[in-house]
Antibody, heavy 119, light 107 residues
C-alpha cells in the first residue's frame, strides 16, 4: 500500500526557510492532491496546501505569501518551503494524500515530523 | 474560513458503550465532512468521508451522519483500540478546516 515519509531539518532558526520533502512509496504520485498539514498545540490541525502531480497548487490564504510547493514525479517526491518562519510555525508537519471527491479529504498520511523554530 | 466546532471536547466512556460526537459548521457545507481518528504520536487516520461513507478497512461500528451544518460520528460499541482523539474536517471550501478535536477516554 502507499506509504508517505517526511524528511528535513527538525530545527530551523527564526526568519529562515523551512524545507521538507515527502517521499511516496508503494504507488505513483500521478493523480491525487499531495498535501501538507501541520499540527501544533495552539492551532490544532491546519491545512497548508496541496500540489497536484501536474504541478498546479492551492495554498491556504493565511500562509500563501510564504509557501511554495513543488513536485518531482521522477523521484515520487513533493516538497514544501515555508519562508520567514517564526516560533508560531513550530509544529508537527504531515504530508498526506488528498482525494478530490466531495471536496478534498486525506486518506493516507506520513508519520509526521516535528519542526521546531528556535535560535 | 469555515469554523468547525466539536462537542464535547472530551468524553469518558467504557468499552461496549455507544458514543456520539458532534461537529457543527459555521455555514452550510452540504455533506462535505470527514472524520479522522488520531492516537498519541501518530498521524490522523481517515474514518468517514462525505459525511457517511466508511473508508475502506474501517470497522463497521463507526458511522457518520448529517448534512448542512450538523454532523455526528457514532461508535456503536466501543472497543479498547477506539480510545483516541477524533477530528472532523470540512472539505467544502479553501482552506479546509478541522475541528478542535474530541478526546475519548476510558472511564
Amino acid at each position: 500500500q502507499v506509504q508517505l515519509q517526511e524528511s528535513g531539518p527538525g530545527l530551523v532558526k527564526p526568519s529562515e526557510t523551512l524545507s521538507l520533502t515527502c517521499t511516496v512509496s508503494g504507488g505513483s504520485i500521478s493523480s491525487y492532491y499531495w498535501s501538507w498539514i501541520r499540527q501544533s498545540p495552539g492551532k490544532g490541525l491546519e491545512w497548508i496546501g496541496y500540489i497536484y502531480y501536474s504541478g498546479s497548487t492551492n495554498y491556504s490564504p493565511s500562509l500563501k505569501s510564504r509557501v511554495t510547493m513543488s513536485v518531482d514525479t521522477s523521484k515520487n517526491q513533493f516538497s514544501l518551503k515555508l519562508t520567514s518562519v517564526t516560533t508560531a510555525d513550530t509544529a508537527v508537519y504531515y504530508c498526506a494524500r488528498g482525494v478530490h471527491s466531495y471536496g478534498l479529504y486525506f486518506d493516507c498520511w506520513g508519520q509526521g515530523t516535528l519542526v521546531t523554530v528556535s535560535s | 474560513d469555515i469554523q468547525m466546532t466539536q462537542s464535547p471536547s472530551s468524553l469518558s466512556a467504557s468499552a461496549g458503550d455507544r458514543v456520539t460526537i458532534t461537529c457543527r459548521a459555521s455555514q452550510n457545507i452540504n455533506n462535505y465532512l470527514n472524520w479522522y481518528q488520531q492516537k498519541p504520536g501518530k498521524a490522523p487516520k481517515l474514518l468517514i468521508y462525505a459525511a457517511s461513507s466508511l473508508q475502506s478497512g474501517v470497522p463497521s461500528r463507526f458511522s457518520g451522519s448529517g448534512s448542512g451544518t450538523d454532523f455526528t460520528l457514532t461508535i456503536s460499541s466501543l472497543q479498547p483500540e477506539d480510545f483516541a482523539t477524533y477530528y472532523c474536517q470540512e472539505s467544502y471550501s479553501t482552506p479546509q478546516t478541522f475541528g478542535q478535536g474530541t478526546k475519548l477516554e476510558i472511564k
